[in-house]
């Protein structure tokens, strides 16, 4: 089982993805540089976090 999102970081992940889908891709590393550019996310730790979900919303489409 995995760790449960909060409502902050699936909010993020959704407005991003909906905004700049096509800039996403299955690439956890190139999705965390398009999270620093494309959003205003002081910490590296949520960052990340937010780059780890759209990774996973990303290859869950996929299938």
């Known amino acids: ?20 889908r096509d800039s996403f891709s299955t690439d956890y590393e190139e999705n965390k540089l398009k999270v620093a550019e494309l959003t205003d996310v002081k910490s590296k730790k949520l960052r990340n976090i937010i780059a780890g979900y759209t990774t996973r919303m990303i290859k869950a489409e996929a299938k």
């Open 1 to 20: 089982m995995g760790r449960i999102k909060t409502r902050l970081i699936k909010a993020i992940t959704h407005q991003l993805l909906e905004e700049h």
